[in-house]
């Protein structure tokens, strides 16, 4: 531990040499004291340990936002994801032509989307189905982002999608099926782009804020997790949309939460009422399934909505979301952060 006297300069705290072995990496903790500093790693503060009292350590260090008091607002260019604005984004399930990709992409764009989601570079849930076109895909991305400014998502699965992702997209998504990848999340902490990062459907909110924890860790503070739903009993929905994660997570964590109506429910019926209750529980906002082939064998178009049906979904969610911005302004007792 290196401890800098209180009124050190910045260039002062930046001259001091750390080790920076693999595995090994400095962290800054201002504000805080040695005492408080060695009671956290160890969790056993020397009053205590004395004693024979036992503490249970935080868990958490910089996703916390005992730490961080005020919500983290991750910039993507002009779009802003954690704050005032309303963030959706859109994936699509298949593109079949370049026509209809440009086709729907307009829609969307009119529809305020700011992004646009696909899994160019991640192989198939089976290994039997076929593969997405990775090259024909990213380039079709980056021909929408000139022509609409719609910002490009793309999920990751190992070291090497992280290389050719951070090339063509704005934002990285690690899915839920990756949450504990733990190489990955190491990667993703060392990439300069933002990272989406689902909630596995196996994992508690310690297990997911923690997985975040590992990006923090590794540098990256542009953390932005999403709620897609766990396990449960409830045998009529492919997961269970945890909604109670929403507000435990803000009232813990000052990082931005986004919810998946889609690949929690797999069941296009579901998506818009509990889009609606996402965004009334306090989400900054929505990943959304679009496929205008309903009747596609894909397996993320179950969970996705024509056009036609986003489009109406869109308009109900952003009255939910005026009302309660409004509400959360005039009522602290609405809001549970
Ligand atoms: C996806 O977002 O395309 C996806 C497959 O999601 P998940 O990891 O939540 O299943
Ligand atoms: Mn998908």
């Known amino acids: 531990m290196v401890v800098m006297k209180t009124d050190a300069k910045p260039k002062q705290v930046a001259a001091v040499r750390v080790i920076t072995e693999p595995g090994l990496s400095a962290q800054a903790m201002p504000e805080s004291s040695p005492a408080k500093i060695r ?45 005032s604005e309303l963030t959706i984004i859109v994936a699509l399930s298949n593109i079949e032509s370049r026509e209809k990709a440009f086709c729907i992409a307009e829609t969307l764009h009119r529809s305020g989307a ?48 992280v290389d050719i992702a951070e090339r063509y997209s704005d934002i990285i998504q690690i899915g839920g099926r990756n949450m504990q990848n733990f190489s990955l999340l190491r990667r993703a902490g060392r990439s300069h782009v933002p990272v989406i ?6 994992a508690t909110v ?6 975040a924890e590992y990006i923090l860790v590794g540098g990256n503070a542009r953390v932005v997790l999403c709620e897609r739903g766990i396990r449960t009993f409830n045998e009529y ?10 507000p435990c997570v803000r009232r813990v964590s000052h990082l931005p939460i986004l919810v998946d109506p889609s690949h929690s429910t797999g069941t296009a019926f579901m998506v818009a009422p509990l889009a609606c209750a996402a965004i009334a529980a306090g989400a900054h906002g929505l990943l959304v399934e679009v496929n205008n082939e309903p009747n596609s064998s ?3 178009a179950l969970g996705a909505l024509t056009l036609k049906q986003y489009q109406q979904m869109i308009s109900t969610v952003r009255a939910i979301h005026h009302t309660v911005s409004n509400g959360c302004r005039q009522s602290r007792a609405l809001s549970a952060f």
């Open 206 to 211: 310690d297990d997911w804020l923690l997985a």
């Open 298 to 300: 894909s397996a993320d």
């Open 39 to 83: 009671e956290e790693l160890v969790g056993l503060p020397t009053s205590v340990s004395r004693s024979n009292q036992t503490r249970i350590p935080e868990p958490y260090k910089l996703i916390a936002r005992k730490r961080h008091p005020e919500n983290s607002v991750v910039s993507v260019d002009d779009v802003k994801i954690g704050d």
């Open 237 to 246: 929905t492919h997961a269970t949309l945890d909604l109670a994660s929403i």
């Open 114 to 161: 700011q992004f646009l989601h696909y899994s160019a570079v991640k192989p198939p849930g089976s290994p039997f189905a076929l593969k997405s076109k990775e090259q024909e895909a990213l380039k079709l991305g980056a021909e929408i982002k000139a022509q609409f400014g719609l910002k490009i998502v793309v999920e990751v699965v190992d070291e090497a999608t």
């Open 197 to 202: 990062l689902k909630r596995a459907v196996g």
